[in-house]
């Protein structure tokens, strides 16, 4: 590096470097500890044209016109590249922080509140009577009072449609926190809320509660709808059908969008889908809920990749 001329303030300094560098000559400038800035050629072999244009550019008046020009063409440049580099720049830290917000672990409430409210409603329902009580304020229907039944025909067959509780809308998502008896069937709170606590937390620890709540209360009230409906029943209960929907939308959406960072084993979902298929051979078995769980959460998981893709 090589000192080419010195300018006693920064300004003029500034338009010798961005002329030559619109000729090809990488230089910088410096502050002395004179006060005056000195420009710098970077690369000794450019020096001796370095100096041939600086004395034709600065010491010849016919030659300020084209000194001029070629300023004109290196600041535009330099600032192009500047504007470019910062714009870089700002993509590079919007994309920290976007990564930062993935991976920093976030608060999972709505996953352990679920799980409370689910426990705590099986206790309760260890005393006494209550479970009939717990039933009856927290099912699908009341059993204690009759479900009208509307009935037309579709392409020559004859079908019921039990008339869903619009006076008591809660009923369409309630049974999901209602689960048989610790006695009689521990493992069925059990293992939902092992998938809830395992499936749950990755959604939630993604997009935030909000999310989840949604998802939830959708898949929630369509599978107990489904679930109803071609039972023609109401005895039924559990959150199994969320956990299926959760297994499904966190499936497709982690192959169709891997920054998700969703991820099941092929293990996993075998296992469930064995298990829903089992469950068939059971009348015992809400399994039109897991069904259209699992539907609801293949769509959910489509949906939710395709759009971010787009964005």
Not at 47 to 58: D, G, I, K, P, V
Not at 64 to 72: D, G, K
Request: hydrophobic fraction near 45%.
């Amino acid at each position: 590096m090589r000192l080419l001329r010195e300018f006693p303030d920064e300004r003029a300094g500034r338009v010798l470097v961005d002329a030559l560098d619109d000729a090809g000559i990488e230089s910088e400038l410096k502050e002395a500890a004179s006060g005056a800035f000195g420009v710098w050629v970077i690369d000794e072999i450019q020096l001796a044209r370095a100096r041939e244009l600086a004395t034709s550019w600065l010491d010849d008046p016919g030659g300020q016109e084209n000194f001029r020009r070629a300023a004109a063409r290196g600041r535009g440049v330099r600032e192009l590249k500047e504007r470019t580099d910062q714009r870089r720049r700002e993509q590079a830290e919007a994309a920290t922080r976007e990564y930062e917000a993935l991976t920093k672990p976030r608060p999972t409430p709505l996953t352990w509140g679920l799980m409370a409210l689910c426990v705590g409603i099986a206790l309760f329902a260890q005393f006494g009577d209550t479970r009939q009580g717990v039933l009856a304020a927290l099912g699908m229907a009341d059993p204690r009072e009759p479900i009208r039944v509307t009935v037309f025909s579709l392409f020559g067959q004859r079908f019921e449609w039990l008339s869903l509780p619009w006076r008591e809308p809660w009923r369409m998502i309630t049974p999901i926190l209602v689960h048989a008896s610790l006695r009689s069937n521990p493992l069925h709170l059990l293992f939902n809320m092992l998938w809830l606590r395992d499936l749950g937390r990755l959604i939630e620890t993604r997009h935030g509660s909000r999310y989840l709540l949604s998802f939830v209360s959708v898949c929630g009230v369509l599978s107990n709808i489904a679930q109803y409906q071609i039972a023609q029943s109401g005895n039924f209960a559990g959150l199994s059908g969320v956990v299926y929907g959760l297994l499904g939308m966190i499936w497709v959406r982690g192959r169709l969008d891997p920054r998700a960072g969703y991820g099941l084993s092929r293990f996993t979902v075998q296992f469930m889908l064995i298990w829903l298929l089992i469950g068939f051979t059971s009348n015992r078995i809400a399994n039109w809920c897991h069904l259209f769980g699992l539907l609801v959460g293949l769509t959910w998981g489509y949906v939710s990749a395709q759009l971010a893709r787009r964005s």
